[in-house]
């Protein structure tokens, strides 16, 4: 999905009177992120996030996501991070950096 996407499903869960917190599975999460609501059907779980040097870290506390446009001559892409805030959080991200995605099929 585009940032364009992720914006229109963040306006969608505003309209129903819903925020990031719907999207978030009610388990998995640290304390200090906090547990989800899960309203919205999305459970998404934690999937933290691999550092410069490739190592795996932040596994309880952040669900990233890489957008599909890039900014190609910059090399970047926006990561959208679930967190503790009610909103999600966009960030200019090096295309080499990645991001993690965790599905689960029930």
Do not use: C, M
Request: avoid cysteine.
């Amino acid at each position: 999905p585009t940032r364009a996407d992720f914006e229109e499903l963040e306006q969608t869960l505003t309209a129903e009177g819903l925020d990031a917190a719907a999207l978030k599975a009610d388990f998995g999460w640290l304390p200090e992120t906090g547990n989800g609501t899960a309203e919205y059907g999305f459970n998404a779980l934690p999937s933290g996030y691999a550092d410069a040097f490739g190592t795996a870290t932040g596994e309880p506390v952040i669900a990233t996501w890489a957008t599909s446009d890039t900014d190609t001559a910059a090399r970047t892409r926006h990561a959208v991070n679930l967190l503790a805030a009610p909103t999600l959080d966009y960030q200019a991200s090096a295309v080499q950096l990645g991001a993690g995605v965790r599905l689960n099929r029930e």
